[in-house]
Structures are given as structure tokens and as C-alpha cells.
């Protein structure tokens, strides 16, 4: 492993982070799989690489593990470029969506295997497993077999044997995909747990929103191969700086229109556009749109557009109104209270949304 100064990276922006990717690059052919991406992740934290299925997230954790080779670019850890090293000299745990048991062996020789591999004494090998159980909840499952234990307790079993090898950071490539939706939220929760009393560096593949907003210390959210936007999930969710990002993480209203002197009418609602002129595209989260029988007051600061009802959906927490208005369909979300009644179809409504909770992008 050969040490590195940060301005010994020709041409490229100094490593900031703990683990640093500078210009990394997977090009397949003419196709670029992962292009140019840049980014510094802090020791001791948790970022997810969020993005759609072939946006180039499981090829960028694959390139830091060493599992897949870079085209260019260098992958910086604690002042050293990795890029060059095999997996196994890479001081990298990695948890997979498919668990990846051996199923003959029980929960602490699976847990043990990467102890055995790196040739660790048999008493401190007993050791570091019998915490690594005891942490991911599995006291009492040792001699059980991977066919013996729930799909929760499986992804327990492989994220202790990540953790047992005490990497610098570890890598985890949608592990909660084949869980069903309650015990994806108990894990998620557990995993960040113990992520924080830890203290280990993380990266965290999902293509799930609520996944990479409710855990992750930052959000890096990718599109075709690009890194569209790095920041907190307040970050991102508030101040979304691109319309893919916008429209990816968490539900949105889409409405086309024209921008001319700082303003751009859509729906029939001229709204603020400072800077755009021409085709714009103007967005606002449904559960931002409040729906009334009357206009808000003047001097309120919110756009207003009246419209008719034309489906209302009881989704138990969440009432979902989608509304005619305009020429253009709107959604509206607000949390239900007991007794409430729900509009019919062709009712008349006003929807109302404050002027901060809209997002201007010129239209691709």
C-alpha cells in the first residue's frame, strides 16, 4: 500500500475524507458505468449511495472493495491509494443483499471464517466472535445453521462477520433488500446502531429513499454514472440541486412551464423564477399543498390555484387527494384524524402551497 500526499494527486482536488474517491471512473466499452466521481466520506461516518437501479452506486462500492477494477481515478483511505491493491489487503468489511452464508457451517464458524483466513490465534478468534454475537443481538444461536435462522437473523449473522475482522470501513451493498418492509426498519435501525457505537466508517448502497434519509449521516445521490448531489438528508430533501434529485428523493408535484422576467406561469399561477428564462419545470412535494374550500389570505405568501377533486385515496396515515386544476393534475397530501370525511370526486377545492417549498429547474 504506498502512501500519498494529498497534493501528490496530479490534477485532481485534494483528499479531504477519511475515504476519499477522486475522478474514480468504470468505463465498460463506450458506456460509462460510474464517471467521475468525487467525493470525501469523514471517518466515522455513514453515507448511502442512493440512485436507481443502474445509476452506478453497487459498481462504485464494488471499485472501493476492490472487487471490480477502476478505469481511472484513485481511491484515497487515511493518506494511502488503495486503488491498485487487491480486496484482501483493503481492510474492508462487506455485506451483501444475498447474505453469502455458508450454509454447512454454523453462526460462529461463519462469523469466524475471515478470523481463520487471516490467520487470527484460536483465543482471540473466540473472542472477537463472541462479542460480535453478543452485539448483533445472536447470544444463544452459535451452533445454529443458516436454513435455521430468519432472513433477519442471516443478515445479523453477515454483518457480524463483517465487523468481526474490525475493518476501517465497511461496505454494505443494499443488505436489507430481501427483507419484508417491518423487519427492513428494525434492521436499518439496529445497523446504524451500531454503526455509531462503533464509530466505523460506512457506505451504504440502497435504491430506497427512506433507507438512505432516515440512517445515513449524508446522502450521495447518483444518476447515470454521475454523482447528482452529496449532502444531508435534510440537505438533499430541502434543497434538492438538480430536478432528478428533486424528483427522486420523496414524492413530487411536476408542473411545465415558461419563465420570463423572473417569473414563470404555470397552471395558470405565475410563480417566482430569478434567473431562468425559457422552458422551466416547477416542482412542489404533495404533502407541501394544503387543501381548502377557501383561498389564503392576502399577503400570505403562498401560490393558490382552484380546482375540482378527482380521486381521494385513504392510505391510512395519509389521505391522498389528486386535483384538476389548471389544465394539470396535483396531488395533495395531509395526515388523517379520526371521524374525518373524505371529498368526493367534483368537489371544488382551492390548493395552496407557501412560495419556500418551491423548487425551479429549466427543463431537460
Not at 448502497?205 to 454521475?226: F, P, S, W, Y
Request: glycine share 10%; charged share 25%.
Amino acid at each position: 500500500m504506498m502512501s500519498i500526499r494529498p497534493d501528490e494527486i496530479q490534477g485532481l482536488k485534494q483528499a479531504e475524507g477519511f475515504l476519499s474517491l477522486r475522478g474514480l471512473t468504470r468505463r465498460y466499452g463506450n458506456f460509462n458505468a460510474v464517471d467521475d466521481l468525487n467525493l470525501d466520506v469523514a471517518k466515522g461516518e455513514l453515507v448511502a449511495f442512493l440512485g436507481p437501479s443502474g445509476c452506478g452506486k453497487t459498481t462504485s462500492l464494488r471499485m472501493i472493495a476492490g472487487l471490480a477494477p477502476s478505469t481511472s481515478g484513485h481511491i484515497v483511505v487515511d493518506g494511502h491509494d488503495i486503488t491498485g491493491v487487491p480486496p484482501y489487503r483493503r481492510d474492508m468489511g462487506l455485506v451483501f443483499q444475498s447474505y453469502a452464508l455458508f450454509p454447512h457451517m454454523d453462526v460462529a464458524r461463519n462469523i469466524a471464517f475471515g478470523l481463520e483466513m487471516r490467520k487470527v490465534g484460536k483465543a482471540e478468534a473466540q473472542e472477537r466472535v463472541r462479542e460480535a454475537i453478543a452485539l448483533v443481538r445472536l447470544s444463544g444461536k452459535e451452533q445454529h445453521r443458516p436454513a435455521q435462522l430468519s432472513g433477519g437473523q442471516q443478515q445479523r449473522v453477515a454483518l457480524a462477520r463483517a465487523l468481526v475482522v474490525r475493518p476501517s470501513i465497511l461496505l454494505l451493498d443494499e443488505p436489507l433488500s430481501n427483507l419484508d418492509a417491518k423487519l427492513r426498519e428494525e434492521m436499518r435501525n439496529e445497523i446504524r446502531d451500531i454503526q455509531k457505537r462503533l464509530g466505523i466508517t460506512a457506505i451504504f448502497v440502497t435504491h430506497d429513499q427512506m433507507e438512505a434519509l432516515t440512517i445515513c449521516d449524508k446522502v450521495a445521490v447518483m444518476n447515470h454514472g454521475r454523482l447528482e448531489q452529496l449532502g444531508t438528508p435534510l440537505d438533499i430533501y430541502e434543497h434538492p440541486s438538480t430536478a432528478f434529485v428533486a424528483g427522486f428523493v420523496g414524492r413530487i408535484n411536476r408542473l411545465a412551464g415558461t419563465a420570463s422576467g423572473g417569473l414563470a406561469e404555470v397552471a395558470g399561477v405565475q410563480v417566482a423564477a430569478p434567473g431562468f428564462d425559457g422552458r422551466v419545470e416547477v416542482m412542489v412535494r404533495p404533502h407541501r399543498v394544503s387543501l381548502s374550500a377557501y383561498a389564503p389570505p392576502a399577503g400570505d405568501d403562498r401560490y393558490a390555484l382552484a380546482g375540482t377533486v378527482a380521486r381521494a385515496t385513504f392510505a391510512g396515515d395519509i389521505l391522498e387527494y389528486e386535483v384538476e386544476a389548471g389544465g394539470v393534475l396535483m396531488k395533495s397530501e395531509a395526515a388523517t384524524r379520526g371521524g374525518e370525511g373524505v371529498l368526493a370526486p367534483g368537489t371544488p377545492v382551492i390548493l395552496s402551497w407557501h412560495r419556500r417549498d418551491t423548487f425551479v429547474y429549466a427543463a431537460s
